[in-house]
């Protein structure tokens, strides 16, 4: 089994900011919720931890790793998406400033660049292999990946067969522990956005 957790919340991830490169901290509620998410995995057997080494994903994974004695072993294939000239503008604020490049970036992310910001054909091939670096390693055990949305998003698209475009119709919670497993059959997508933690008193 694979654990794919998005980080908990930061500030921005509050404010609905597009957060890349910004190395945040997680604010209380993400804290909070990381160490929710702890206490739900706290009986399931992990093999090992890995993480984007962005302070967020780093902090949410500590808190899985605490009472384990385990490392956490950062890997920077799993960093999420630089949003260049985007970096830290919501949504709305990205459609005012930038309609045209935005809306066909949304549509057609393989050959419209986000300016100033990472191509996708660098950043899908980066995370793809990351994933397949980090899961061959572990043929037959659990481990968990703490990650940000972007790279679950393409993790996921991946297993599934989904087009680029499509992978943002992929729903994920901050916070969210969703999951693949190897069979015969190959990679399968058995959880998704599941925070079901937050419902465990």
Same mark, same amino acid.
């Given at each position: 089994?694979?654990?794919?957790?998005?980080?908990?919340?930061?500030?921005?991830? +509050?404010?609905?900011?597009?957060?890349?490169?910004?190395?945040?901290?997680?604010?209380?509620?993400?804290?909070?919720?990381?160490?929710?998410?702890?206490?739900?995995?706290?009986?399931?057997?992990? *093999?090992?931890?890995?993480?984007?080494?962005?302070?967020?994903?780093?902090?949410?994974?500590?808190?899985?790793?605490?009472?384990?004695?385990? %490392?956490?072993?950062?890997?920077?294939?799993?960093? +999420?998406? *630089?949003?260049?000239?985007?970096?830290?503008?919501?949504?709305?604020?990205?459609? +005012?400033?930038?309609? *045209?490049?935005?809306?066909?970036?949304?549509?057609?992310?393989?050959?419209?660049?986000?300016? +100033?910001?990472?191509?996708?054909? @660098?950043?899908?091939?980066?995370? /793809?292999?990351?994933?397949? *670096?980090?899961?061959?390693?572990?043929?037959?055990?659990?481990?968990?990946? %703490?990650?940000?949305?972007?790279?679950?998003? %393409?993790?996921?698209?991946?297993?599934?067969?989904?087009?680029?475009?499509?992978?943002?119709? %992929?729903?994920?919670?901050? /916070?969210?522990? @969703?999951?693949?497993?190897?069979?015969?059959? /190959?990679?399968?997508?058995?959880?998704?956005?599941?925070?079901?933690?937050?419902?465990? @008193?």
């Amino acid at each position: 089994m694979i654990y794919l957790i998005r980080h908990t919340e930061t500030e921005w991830n +509050e404010q609905f900011r597009y957060i890349g490169r910004t190395d945040l901290h997680l604010s209380e509620l993400g804290r909070q919720h990381a160490g929710m998410i702890a206490k739900w995995f706290a009986d399931v057997r992990l *093999d090992a931890i890995y993480a984007s080494p962005m302070v967020r994903a780093l902090e949410t994974a500590a808190t899985l790793a605490a009472d384990r004695d385990m %490392v956490i072993e950062k890997v920077q294939g799993l960093r +999420e998406i *630089d949003f260049g000239a985007w970096e830290g503008l919501t949504h709305g604020e990205i459609l +005012e400033r930038d309609p *045209d490049n935005f809306n066909r970036w949304l549509t057609d992310p393989e050959t419209q660049p986000i300016p +100033e910001g990472e191509p996708w054909s @660098s950043f899908e091939a980066r995370v /793809g292999q990351a994933f397949a *670096d980090v899961t061959a390693k572990h043929a037959g055990e659990t481990i968990a990946i %703490v990650s940000h949305g972007g790279p679950i998003k %393409v993790i996921v698209g991946q297993t599934l067969g989904l087009p680029a475009a499509n992978y943002w119709q %992929v729903y994920l919670d901050k /916070g969210a522990i @969703s999951a693949v497993i190897r069979d015969e059959r /190959g990679l399968r997508v058995t959880l998704l956005n599941d925070t079901c933690y937050l419902r465990v @008193s």
